[in-house]
């Protein structure tokens, strides 16, 4: 008795068919569940008739975003079969599942091999496409020679797509480049398009990929002048309806030949010369009322642009780009930028012509248009053009969409930088971004600009006065505001005496001054790093006004805030106020001029009076002078003990020798009672030259413990917050051990503000460098590193007391822990 | 180089996809998703030039469906454009008024003619006329009854 044959599987269309009456996704993927499990069946059954049914199906839910890979050896069975249907099916599958990451990819290659010699030239075909499309370099490597055969072949079908193939070839493997040379040597005489199109993509990837073949083809092959022949037919002939293209003959080959002859002429002047007058013509005759002329045009222009073309020509091609700015097609308007943007470096007087319609386009409505137009007009900026420059671009940033703001500042920064016609132009424009787009100006562009205003002596009355004024109407643009009051600490004096020379002065008291400052420490539109600008410049203000009394109890309040930050620079200031009123004078002076080096503000900044307050307030980058030693004394209110030895940071070793010593006792003193003096941060360079030298020389080592040969550890895992701590010996000193500490983060939400201390038993140094981030992201995105570096040199067990604070879901986290978990070989 | 090819209706349903370089399959996956954001959101009357991390996007649409190219920068934009138009051409001689629903039920068609004009990201063909004779007489040798009787193979 015969068993019951399963019913014929659907047919594809049916298929599609019903799939889409689906009415939710739901429905849908409940189909393609059952379909493809009746797939599977008739897979199982090593079914001939119906596999190519069942893989063109599986195909289809493939394209739904469906898996299809149990199909991939299928694919290969197809492949495999004599049937001309079986083969195309096969093959589609191949080129869409069976791509070379995957295991089964290599099993084609026989396949390949055998149908590249089959007697029907569609299966020939077939077979180069998917070796042309997506075979890996091993299967390239195994092929290139049946390739090179076919490239040899009469039949224009296949030699087009043999040339194809090689240039997939070469790009796998470019070893085998010099193999498909000799069958080169013909290709440029063919009639047919096809290959000609073809064998051009062939030669322009050698030419790119090898000097030598550039070199051969210039010299020996002469192929300037067979390209300049087919490009001149090609225009000179009459209508040939095989390749028009809206009265334009074979367009793409056309735009093809350009770009290999720009390939051939580019820094050779023999090459380039031969070029000259197809190029000419081309540029002249185009018609352009269509989009493919224009296509050709642009080609051409590119090719005029980067060969060693004569004045002329070179003319010609930038007043093409100029016309076609003036071309109500976007598109073409689009290209010309991109193009007058390649150009505007080497050709910068000519595209300067065409700055006023340039600057139009920054008021053009698409947005493409308006990034390019905008990117070059900072590029046109010169100090002939500046003040008028500067008009457009700031009226463009005051109207533009906000995703341009922040480029748009940056480059207004920089040109203004550049160019300045003077000094007050310069502050003016500052301001004008300060106020129009404050608060997508970049966060490194404030430390920028307070070096310029400082180095701008005589502007710092008309400056303070103006950012005044600008605080006064607005403060809810942090950069504005930071600067703002950066200023006003600094040259608060100048403000309250109406010094102004550019214009007229404003009366302001000492009092209305501070109630601005104080203004901004209360608003919730102040970012706490703005709070720490404003207790500062308020703090500064002691030396430069009389009201000093109203400025300590301001001081001696944020004594107890609760933000760490401000609290910690109240405390300090508070203490300037008692212990080292003598000291306040000198600490908080004017700022003297600096020295501006490579592009970074923090790090520069921090070298002057030993005031370390810019240096703190980038909380998003970390200068290698981090925060002062107090931060250790807020861990050992909290872990009380007399064993423990706050963390020593690095300083800057460049101390001014007057501040030196009675900073050492300030820092002393402010340990807790008890505890003994710390060796003081200052003189640790001159008593410990390696270690703090280490530091400073040697980059933090974030390799793992492999190379050294120590086991990692977890440290602390609690509430979704996973320390882990990786060890290293560094080296000179085998004295010093080099612990990474990783941050990880289980949790959904991000942990922010995330500041890893630590404390460690007398008899050890620790030294803590920056962290990479205080941001640990959620779901373990990432980890946030940090090095710590312990010298031990009475080699005892390392114990260490950590303390951890982050914001979690908005509320503030703070955590103690030991670890004692150290393995031997860390501290022996 | 082109680096792949998308076709997709403007509820964002991929209707085609050809990739010329080797990519996993989540790479791809968002390249799509990117894809269909990006040029679903895009104005009406905008340039169809889109510049995305190394690569010009081109796209163009006709009637319901969006062809998007993914073009390295070294590629001729305006070209780019012709390229999708002359696929657009093909697809209309082939079926006959070309709509999406051809597409949809013919995708293997589809992708026929598409590895007959274009090749490893490269034009294969310029001429219209030897693209469609080629893909008829392939489908000449597709050899069964039903085929003959111009009814689905499979």
Redesign the interface.
């Known amino acids: 008795m015969a068993l019951p044959r399963m019913p014929a599987p659907i047919?594809?269309?049916e298929l599609?068919?019903t799939i889409?009456t689906a009415r939710t996704q739901a429905e849908e993927r409940e189909m393609i569940q059952k379909e493809c499990a009746a797939i599977r069946s008739s897979f199982r059954e090593e079914d001939n008739t119906?596999r190519?049914?069942n893989v063109?199906k599986l195909?289809?839910m493939h394209?739904?975003?469906y898996p299809a890979h149990f199909g991939q050896l299928e694919c290969l069975k197809l492949i495999a079969s004599q049937?001309?249907?079986d083969k195309?099916?096969g093959y589609?599958g191949a080129m869409?599942l069976l791509?070379?990451?995957q295991d089964v990819h290599l099993l084609m290659t026989n396949c390949i091999k055998n149908d590249l010699n089959h007697s029907?030239q569609?299966v020939q075909?077939l077979a180069?496409?998917t070796l042309?499309?997506?075979g890996?370099s091993e299967m390239c490597r195994d092929l290139a020679g049946e390739v090179e055969k076919l490239l040899k072949t009469s039949n224009s079908?296949l030699r087009?797509?043999a040339a194809?193939?090689a240039?997939?070839v070469i790009?796998k493997v470019p070893e085998l480049m010099e193999m498909f040379l000799p069958a080169t040597k013909n290709l440029l005489s063919e009639k047919n398009?096809?290959v000609l199109?073809?064998s051009v993509?062939l030669l322009t990837e050698m030419c790119e990929r090898s000097p030598d073949m550039l070199a051969h083809f210039r010299k020996n092959e002469k192929l300037v002048p067979q390209l300049v022949r087919i490009l001149k037919n090609l225009i000179m002939s009459g209508y040939s309806p095989?390749?028009d293209?809206s009265g334009i003959s074979?367009?793409?080959?056309q735009?093809?030949i350009l770009?290999l002859l720009r390939i051939l002429g580019k820094g050779d002047d023999d090459s380039s010369e031969a070029m000259n007058d197809i190029l000419a013509q081309v540029a002249t005759n185009t018609e352009t009322s269509k989009?493919?002329g224009?296509?050709i045009l642009?080609?051409t222009v590119?090719t005029i642009m980067d060969i060693k073309s004569e004045s002329g020509l070179r003319v010609l091609a930038i007043n093409i780009l100029g016309r076609f700015l003036l071309n109500n097609d976007?598109?073409?308007?689009?290209?010309a930028l991109t193009s007058l943007l390649k150009t505007v470096q080497t050709d910068h007087n000519a595209v300067q012509r065409h700055r006023s319609t340039i600057v139009d386009c920054l008021k053009d409505?698409?947005?493409?248009?308006k990034r390019r137009a905008m990117e070059l007009s900072f590029a046109l900026v010169n100090g002939n053009n500046i003040r008028g420059m500067m008009k457009e671009l700031l009226y463009f940033l005051d109207s533009c969409d906000p995703e341009f703001k922040a480029d748009c500042a940056s480059g207004v920064f920089l040109a203004a930088e550049k160019y300045a016609p003077s000094k007050r132009w310069h502050i003016d424009t500052i301001m004008r971004v300060l106020t129009t787009a404050g608060s997508y100006v970049r966060d490194d562009s404030v430390p920028n600009l307070i070096q310029l205003i400082t180095n701008s002596v005589e502007m710092h009355a008309y400056t303070v006065q103006r950012l005044y004024k600008a605080l006064l109407d607005d403060i809810s643009q942090q950069p504005l505001v930071q600067v703002a009051s950066w200023c006003i600490g600094e040259y608060g004096d100048l403000l309250v005496s109406g010094q102004c020379e550019e214009e007229e002065p404003i009366q302001v008291t000492e009092d209305e001054v501070l109630d601005v400052l104080e203004g901004l420490l209360v608003s919730n539109l102040s970012t706490p790093v703005t709070r720490g600008y404003a207790l500062t410049a308020i703090m500064k203000l002691s030396t430069r006004f009389t009201s000093v009394n109203r400025i300590k109890k301001v001081v001696s309040i944020y004594g107890s805030s609760i933000d760490v930050e401000l609290q910690q620079r109240a405390v300090e200031y508070n203490a300037l106020f008692k212990k080292y009123d003598h000291m306040r004078p000198a600490l908080l002076e004017r700022m003297p001029i600096m020295e501006k080096t490579a592009s970074n503000g923090p790090t520069e900044i921090v070298q002057t009076n030993g005031e370390a307050e810019p240096s703190v307030v980038e909380a998003k980058h970390p200068p290698p002078v981090t925060q002062p030693t107090n931060q250790a004394n807020d861990l050992l209110d909290l872990l009380g003990g007399n064993d423990v030895v706050p963390v020593i940071q690095t300083t800057v070793p460049t101390k001014p020798a007057s501040a030196g010593g009675e900073l050492l006792d300030l820092l002393g003193d402010l340990s807790l009672s008890g505890g003994p003096a710390p060796a003081p941060a200052t003189s640790v360079p001159s008593s410990q030259p390696a270690f703090l030298l280490d530091g400073l020389t040697s980059p933090p080592l974030f390799n793992d413990i492999a190379a050294a040969g120590i086991p990692p550890m977890t440290a602390y895992n609690k509430n979704g917050l996973k320390i882990d701590f990786t060890f290293e010996r560094a080296n000179p000193n085998p004295n010093i051990a080099v612990i990474t500490i990783h941050a990880s983060n289980s949790t959904e939400a991000d942990m922010t503000d995330f500041v890893f201390q630590a404390a460690v038993p007398k008899t050890f140094q620790l030294q803590l460098l920056s962290p990479s981030s205080n941001v640990v992201p959620t779901l373990n995105q990432g980890t946030v590193t940090q090095v710590i570096r312990v010298l031990n040199p009475q080699k005892q067990q390392l114990r260490m007391r950590i303390k951890l604070t982050y914001t979690h879901k908005g509320s503030a986290v703070q955590d103690l822990a030991e670890v004692n978990n150290f393995p031997p070989q860390s501290w022996q | 180089m082109m680096r792949f090819m998308l076709l997709f209706s403007r509820q964002g349903k991929?209707?085609?996809?050809k990739?010329?370089t080797?990519?996993?399959e989540r790479e791809k996956?968002k390249i799509i998703r990117d894809m269909t954001t990006m040029v679903l959101a895009r104005?009406p009357?905008?340039?169809?030039?889109?510049?995305w991390k190394d690569l010009k996007i081109v796209y163009k649409r006709y009637a319901s469906l969006y062809f998007c190219l993914g073009v390295e920068s070294?590629e001729?934009?305006?070209?780019a454009?012709?390229?999708i138009h002359?696929y657009v051409e093909l697809l209309d001689k082939y079926f006959g008024n070309v709509c999406e629903l051809d597409i949809?039920?013919n995708?293997?068609k589809a992708?026929?003619i598409l590895?007959e004009f274009l090749?490893?990201g490269?034009?294969?063909?310029?001429?219209?006329?030897?693209v469609n004779r080629?893909i008829e007489?392939?489908d000449m040798?597709?050899?069964?009854l039903e085929?003959y009787m111009s009814k689905?193979?499979?």
């Open positions: 047919r594809l269309r599609i068919r889409r119906y190519c049914r063109a195909l289809y394209m739904l975003g049937k001309f249907t195309r099916i589609l869409l791509d070379e990451r029907t569609y075909g180069l496409c042309g499309c997506m890996s079908y087009k797509k194809l193939c240039v997939h790009r398009h096809g199109h073809t993509v095989e390749h293209v074979d367009p793409f080959l735009v093809r770009r989009n493919v224009n296509a642009y080609e590119l976007k598109n073409i308007r689009y290209v409505l698409d947005v493409s248009i | 991929l209707r085609l996809q990739w010329f080797s990519m996993s996956k104005q009357r905008s340039c169809n030039f889109m510049q070294q001729n934009e305006l070209l454009l012709e390229i002359r949809i039920f995708f293997e992708y026929f590895d090749m490893g490269e034009i294969q063909e310029t001429s219209k006329q030897i080629s007489a392939s040798l597709q050899e069964t085929e689905p193979a499979f």
